[in-house]
Each structure stands twice: as structure tokens, then as C-alpha cells.
Nanobody
Framework: QVQLVESGGGLVQPGGSLRLSCAASGSIFRFATMGWYRQAPGKQRELVAAITSGGSTNYADSVKGQFTISRDNAKNTVYLQMNSLKPEDTAVYYC???????????WGKGTLVTVSS
């Protein structure tokens, strides 16, 4: 079984930065495409950023140039560096691990990011 544990959320002022981390248990990490999703109140969950096992990345248009996703396979951890945060970035951020070959998805429980003055 794969477990994903997010950390790093919290309250930050507009213009500030946060780095989210997602630690994965199990041996599938290096094979998985890792993603960060977010869900704001009253809205659907949306993809923020993803990184493949080979290191290719893609971002939602709304965060390009603002957020950076990275992974450390030695630590089984994926990160999301969030800069120049805006109130509209307020959401619960979820970590996702996807194994394309077997069509399996795993989710963390989420970490709340609140951007407010």
C-alpha cells in the first residue's frame, strides 16, 4: 500500500512563499508521476503541477512561472515551491501518485494553504 503525507501548508501573506512536501511510502515512488492538485472552497479539484518519473513537468496556466514542482527519488519526496502567493491560491493542496502502467492513483489527505493578510 502507498501512503502519501503532505506537509508545509499554513497561513501566509500575499506575496509570500511556501514549500509543500509530500513523502511517499513504498517502493513505487520512482516509477510514479507525482502531482499536486488543489481544491478551493466551492470549486472542483484541479491539477496544479505534475512531474513524471523522468523529470518532465507540466503546470496549470494559472501557476506557470509562480510554482515549481520537483522530486527527490532518494527521499521519496515531491515538492511544490510556491512563490508570489495570491489570495486565489488559497486551497487544500493534495499530493497524487499515478502509476500509468496499472492505472492506479494514490492520494494524500491534503494540506491547507491560506493566503491572507
Amino acid at each position: 500500500q502507498v501512503q502519501l503525507v503532505e506537509s508545509g501548508g499554513g497561513l501566509v501573506q500575499p506575496g509570500g512563499s511556501l514549500r509543500l512536501s509530500c513523502a511517499a511510502s513504498g517502493s513505487i515512488f520512482r516509477f510514479a508521476t507525482m502531482g499536486w492538485y488543489r481544491q478551493a472552497p466551492g470549486k472542483q479539484r484541479e491539477l496544479v503541477a505534475a512531474i513524471t518519473s523522468g523529470g518532465s513537468t507540466n503546470y496549470a496556466d494559472s501557476v506557470k512561472g509562480q510554482f515549481t514542482i520537483s522530486r527527490d527519488n532518494a527521499k521519496n519526496t515531491v515538492y511544490l515551491q510556491m512563490n508570489s502567493l495570491k489570495p486565489e491560491d488559497t486551497a487544500v493542496y493534495y499530493c497524487n501518485a499515478r502509476l500509468e502502467a496499472v492505472s492506479m492513483d494514490y492520494w494524500g489527505k491534503g494540506t491547507l494553504v491560506t493566503v491572507s493578510s
